[in-house]
């Protein structure tokens, strides 16, 4: 299957700082790339789609001034935290698509630990 | 709304045995995709096996098959041959047949034990 990175895995920042999260599709391009967030033993749930060289579409109740998607190339994709706070931290995880029936291929996650 | 649910929070099953995990979804579509993820310790997100809603024949990958029941909206993975490396939280997922950027919808997981 395809291979989708995330950098970094792992990050501890303190309160008030923001944290940027890498996204990139390595063999293949991403026309769209999805952000989400995990909780402890729950589901996925969807933050934002972002396809290359447009604006992200948010999900309902998530801040875009907070978490900022930035889709520049068809192989990457950033996620910006700004401003963190303890609430914020979780588990992040992306995925990507090559074409909108293909399958969506995910990155191996960042776990946030706002101090 | 798509909706999808997965009533068995918890399964076990014993090496070698096969289990089968359950999965419903509502949805008003004709056309979409549905998919099972695993999820290991590692929380990377792994793709197990992916079926279309318009192919009556339903998806196999090595030990791993489902039971696509379109009328009665159900998508149901069986696993053969339970290895301990299968253990895992799966997730059953639905996706719309869009022309783009078309999102997947999470059931809640199942979280499977394997016992030696």
């Known amino acids: 299957g395809a291979v989708v990175s995330q950098h970094p895995s792992w990050v501890i920042c303190k309160s008030g700082t923001s944290v940027k999260i890498e996204c990139r599709s390595l063999?293949?391009?991403?026309?769209?790339m999805f952000w989400y967030r995990q909780f402890p033993k729950q589901s996925l749930m969807l933050m934002a789609t972002s396809n290359e060289g447009s604006k992200a579409t948010y999900e309902q109740g998530v801040e875009k001034d907070k978490f900022l998607i930035n889709h520049a190339s068809l192989t990457l994709s950033t996620l910006t935290v700004t401003s963190a706070h303890p609430e914020d931290s979780s588990f992040y995880i992306c995925s990507a698509e090559s074409g909108p029936q293909e399958t969506q291929y995910f990155g191996p996650g960042t776990r946030l630990l706002v101090l | 709304a798509q909706t999808v649910t997965q009533s068995q929070p918890e399964m076990s099953v014993q090496e070698a045995e096969t289990v089968t995990l359950s999965c419903t979804y509502d949805?008003?579509?004709?056309?979409?995709?549905l998919f099972w993820y695993k999820q290991p310790p590692s929380r990377q997100m792994i793709l197990v096996i992916r079926q279309e809603a318009y192919k009556q024949q339903n998806a196999t990958e090595n030990r791993f098959s489902v039971n696509f029941q379109k009328a009665a909206k159900s998508f149901s993975l069986k696993i053969s041959d339970s290895q301990l490396g299968d253990a895992a939280m799966y997730f059953c997922?639905?996706?719309?047949?869009?022309?783009?950027?078309?999102?997947?919808?999470f059931g809640e997981g199942t979280q499977l034990t394997v016992n030696p």
């Open positions: 997922a639905y996706r719309r047949l869009e022309t783009s950027g078309s999102r997947l919808t």
């Open positions: 949805t008003s579509e004709s056309d979409y995709y």
């Open positions: 063999d293949f391009q991403a026309t769209t």
